[in-house]
């Protein structure tokens, strides 16, 4: 048991060195995106906030255990706090903050001190451990020492970088010093890495589990972010401060763990005190009994009550000691609790059985709920939620009862809490689980209001819809003249005029399908679709579509049968929207199947639904992009190097289709050999809408 949890936790560090990897990949991917100054100042608030509590934790669990691993993480943390606090000063450029005149000095790289002093601090914790364990007879640093070494490191480093002059070349500061800077802590951070797995410590110590992530995560941002940062507020420093702070996080989870097994062995002790007193009274009463019986002689009896009066003192002193460790575990809870109610996301902590055991206050400010409201009672009974659809979410598909029944990481931004006197809010909330010795033993909520995002979302789509509007019009009178060329209204052209004139209509015609895509998106997120739904006969709907499909079918080669139920009655949908979802699974089907490939439709009725399916034997979706393939403007890796006419929205749209209509939308895929759609429509139909505008096709 003891090796697969070991084995776990590798698991875990190597899961983590190859997630970074990909949030890497995934900033090449997001060049063009830059981080606001006042974003990278709160970000850089938040840091320090979060170091200055990890500070103070690490020195409560320093002096209840007098360990020096928690010292050094307390002054390398005091440090990081005074260093992110100054760099905090430094990104409010536009607030006439700047302490030092820039660019004479270093002040610019600033945020660098903060990862140096930290890398420095935790090679020094390991290597005066190591000198420690190979000579136990080494003079042990003192507590003085250890204050001393990190003052004189913070003054050195703060004077190194403020008052250091720049390297100046024609005017503009060049960039070898920022690079050679960075080399610096993620050396000192591969060391202290090397060192703390060599140490061993991790394979049972809860902290030093945690602090290895921290250092991976600090080793990363130092090589394959910071490096590559070429502008104060480019994607890969907005990813590096961002992992800055999960690191952060992460040091934090790791001393509330530690202090919770402490405050866990204090209970043990004593119940193990209390069956120690249950056995004293069953010896003292032996005792009596043999002395009225006369089975032990005079002199035997005083010796063994003797025993027993000094077993007594020393289960005295064993519970003095341990009140002594109860209040210092209720002083190290209190503390947390403390810290706890001071972040600024809502914050719920459940028990197995998903009853609330604690909430910070603001989750009650957000919930307009109290302590004697929320505390011992099950969240679903006392908070209700809703979907994006406004229906209320049932307990079993609730973030909570998901994180415990699958002990994983729940997150989701589509749901919205009901407050105490009735409004709304909208929330992106995170369901962890709590795992201890590989059982689930409650979970954390976080979440925090997301109504001004939603609003910005809003605001996008209707962007969106008024630019493409816009584009209509010129679109429209290129293409009637690259129609007009064509068809000789202006001269006969030659073989390259027409080649370059049929290329302008066919991208015309390309830009025309995007903006119809981007529109009808917009109308239906917006809510303005009209839905006029009419009897409908499905199969005839799709042997109608087929006419305009016929010359593409053709041009592949390609074999289409459509099958059906009989006796299938008519449904009351919207025809028109109900085309778009065949025109867009069926073209899709055309166009990423091969030549002489085959294509099915099959219209069955079950139950109270009408079931279409359109499969094929085409290029099949890889399994890692099945979660991404409804995602807007989202094309699956091996169909983009196969064919590059797509626009990645039809998918999209289709499932908005389906959902409007009251139906829903899966499907089934392998590489390689095809894909399977299926959509399902209620027998019942679909209820009218009252809008402003129809779908364009």
């Known amino acids: ?92 450029s536009s607030g006439g903050l700047n302490l030092f005149p820039l660019p004479k000095s270093l002040g610019y790289l600033s945020w660098i001190s903060s990862k140096l002093y930290l890398s420095l601090i935790l090679f020094l914790s390991w290597w005066l451990w190591r000198r420690e364990e190979k000579d136990s007879k080494q003079r042990k640093i003192s507590e003085s020492h250890i204050y001393l070494t990190s003052s004189i490191l913070i003054l050195g480093i703060f004077i190194f970088f403020n008052f250091t002059p720049l390297l100046i070349k024609n005017h503009f500061i060049i960039s070898q010093p920022h690079e050679l800077l960075e080399l610096i802590p993620a050396l000192l951070f591969l060391l202290s890495l090397a060192g703390y797995i060599n140490k061993k410590y991790w394979k049972a110590d809860y902290f030093e589990h945690f602090l290895i992530l921290f250092i991976i995560i600090n080793l990363a941002v130092q090589t394959i972010f910071i490096p590559f940062s070429t502008e104060s507020f480019d994607v890969y420093f907005y990813f590096a401060i961002l992992l800055n702070i ?110 609330i055991l604690m909430t910070n206050d603001q989750a009650k400010k957000m919930l307009d709920y109290n302590e004697t409201d929320l505390v011992g009672k099950k969240l679903s009974e006392v908070i209700q939620m809703k979907d994006d659809k406004g229906d209320i979410v049932p307990p079993e598909k609730r973030p909570i009862q998901l994180a415990l029944s699958s002990g994983k990481k729940i997150v989701n931004n589509a749901y919205s809490y009901i407050r105490k006197n009735g409004t709304i809010i909208p929330v992106a909330i995170t369901a962890s689980p709590v795992i201890l010795n590989n059982q689930i033993e409650g979970t954390i909520i976080v979440f925090r209001d997301i109504a001004k995002e939603k609003e910005v979302d809003r605001m996008k789509t209707e962007f969106i ?18 129609e007009m060329l064509l068809d000789g209204d202006a001269g006969q052209l030659n073989k390259e005029q027409k080649e370059f004139t049929r290329n ?56 289409l049968i459509i099958s059906q139920h009989e006796n299938l009655p008519k449904i009351n949908i919207d025809p028109k929207l109900i085309r778009q979802v065949y025109s867009n699974l069926l073209t899709n089907a055309i166009k990423y199947t091969k030549e002489e490939g085959e294509i099915s439709v099959f219209i069955s009725k079950k139950d109270n639904e009408i079931i279409s399916q359109v499969s094929d034997n085409g290029y099949g979706i890889p399994e890692k992009d099945i979660n991404k393939i409804f995602q807007r403007f989202y094309r699956g890796e091996n169909i983009v190097k196969i064919e590059t006419d797509g626009t990645g929205l039809g998918l999209y749209l289709i499932k908005a289709i389906i959902e409007s209509s009251k139906g829903r939308i899966w499907f089934k895929s392998e590489e390689g050999k095809g894909t399977t759609f299926w959509f399902s429509l209620p027998i019942s139909g679909t209820p009218p809408k009252k809008g402003e505008v129809t779908i364009d096709t």
């Not at 970000?43 to 690490?58: F, W």
């Not at 819809?465 to 690259?482: E, K, N």
């Not at 009209?530 to 109608?544: A, G, R, S």
Request: aromatic share 10%; with cysteine.
């Open 246 to 355: 999960v690191g952060y996080i992460i040091v934090l989870i790791g001393l509330i763990t530690d202090t919770y097994k402490l405050y866990k062995q204090t209970e043990q002790s004593e119940e193990l005190l209390i069956s120690q007193n249950l056995s004293l009274k069953e010896t003292r009463i032996q005792y009596e009994e043999a002395l009225k019986n006369s089975l032990l002689k005079e002199t035997e009896l005083s010796s063994k009550i003797q025993d027993l009066e000094n077993t007594k003192k020393a289960i005295f002193n064993l519970n003095q000691d341990l009140n002594e460790e109860n209040l210092k575990v209720e002083k190290a809870k209190a503390k947390d609790e403390a810290f706890l109610s001071s972040i600024g996301d809502g914050m719920i902590i459940g028990d197995e059985e998903g009853n």
């Open 504 to 559: 302008i209509d066919e991208s015309t015609k390309r830009m025309f399908e995007l903006i119809n895509a981007l529109l009808n998106i917009s109308r239906i997120e917006s809510g303005r679709i009209i839905i006029d739904p009419e009897p409908t006969d499905l199969v005839q709907l799709v042997h109608d579509l087929l006419n305009e499909l016929k010359p593409k079918l053709e041009l592949k080669k390609q074999k």
């Open 1 to 92: 048991m003891e090796k697969i949890y070991i084995n776990k936790r590798v698991f875990i560090y190597t899961a983590a060195a190859f997630f970074l990897f990909f949030l890497r990949i995934v900033a090449t991917f997001s060049f063009s995106w830059f981080l606001s100054g006042k974003l990278q100042e709160i970000i850089q608030i938040i840091s320090a906030v979060l170091a200055l509590i990890i500070c103070v934790m690490a020195l409560t669990r320093y002096y209840a255990k007098k360990d020096t691993t928690f010292l050094f993480i307390a002054t390398a943390f005091l440090g990081t706090f005074i260093f992110d606090s100054y760099n905090a000063i430094i990104a409010n």
């Open 465 to 482: 819809s008024l630019a493409s509007h816009q584009l209509r019009t010129p679109l429209s009178a290129i293409r009637w003249y690259s």
